[in-house]
């Protein structure tokens, strides 16, 4: 259901590479409540995914760019402001990889190469991004802008590696250049931190079914899915938020919150009693 909470809104996607992307998910959420968007993610995602039909499905242009490279940043804003008419009202940056993770290199024996590299990609890039839009004010006055994290940059958690790190400096960057942004273009920035969701990203962390299994017991509402982080970008990016920025803002299920949940202590007290001597 449309309640149009978008209706006449300019936007940019980066970073939907399949239906199994968040990304994804907020592109069709958002052209659905009323907005006109344009889609950007880098030129081999673009061929090798499905981008080009949600492209067509969505009547939206595609932008293959490079998000850590300021030139083509530059272009996808230039771009999207004469494809859509004007400045843009929101962004939403889904974009993260570590290569690290890919190689299974732990997080004691990372390569400091590809540490460089998921710094860049999944953090740094935001950066560039905000400080793209900034210098050539491409953002309308009251616009959001969002980015993707999830809570291993504040806790442990086995497997993340140095994606950990990445979420950390992007939730940083959203709180130091969210107070620039909005002090002087009056423009929100904010992060969501999104339970664990299976993308084509998300699986390759390592134990990441076990990871969502956890957080689903844990979490007194459950996990949340692709779209209901869409929903909640979709009011992010309204004007229902427009007081809301440099926050980082859960959208877990109360996971977030929790210590240890009933149904988890259970399942830990049954594992136990497998390893007890019934000698003892």
Not at 101 to 122: E, G, H, Q, W
Not at 145 to 169: E, H, P
Not at 205 to 221: C, H, I, N, T
Request: charged fraction near 25%; include cysteine.
């Amino acid at each position: 259901m449309s309640h149009n909470l978008l209706e006449g809104k300019r936007g940019i996607i980066f970073g939907a590479l399949n239906d199994m992307s968040i990304a994804w998910k907020v592109a069709e959420k958002a052209v659905e409540e009323g907005a006109t968007i344009t889609l950007s993610n880098t030129p081999v995602a673009v061929r090798m995914g499905d981008t080009a039909k949600l492209g067509e499905k969505l009547n939206a242009e595609i932008l293959p760019a490079d998000a850590t490279n300021v030139e083509d940043l530059e272009m996808v804003f230039t771009k999207s402001m004469e494809i859509l008419g004007g400045k843009i009202d929101f962004v939403l940056h889904s974009i993260g990889m570590s290569p690290n993770v890919r190689k299974k290199r732990t997080y004691d024996d990372l390569n400091y190469d590809m540490l460089s590299k998921t710094l860049d990609i999944s953090s740094v890039s935001f950066h560039k991004m905000l400080q793209v839009a900034k210098k050539m004010d491409a953002i309308e006055q009251g616009g959001s802008i969002l980015a993707l994290t999830y809570i291993a940059s504040q806790r442990v958690f086995y497997g993340y590696n140095d994606m950990a790190d990445a979420k950390a400096l992007l939730e940083s960057i959203t709180r130091s250049f969210g107070y620039i942004y909005g002090r002087e273009k009056g423009v929100r920035v904010n992060t969501i931190s999104q339970s664990p969701t299976m993308t084509t990203a998300g699986s390759g962390v390592k134990g990441m079914e076990d990871l969502m299994d956890f957080s689903e017991r844990m979490a007194p509402l459950g996990n949340a899915n692709a779209n209901d982080c869409a929903d909640y970008c979709i009011v992010m990016f309204s004007d229902l938020t427009r007081k809301v920025t440099m926050q980082n803002l859960f959208n877990d299920g109360g996971f977030s919150s929790m210590g240890m949940s009933l149904q988890a202590m259970k399942q830990y007290s049954n594992g136990l009693d497998e390893f007890k001597d019934p000698s003892l």
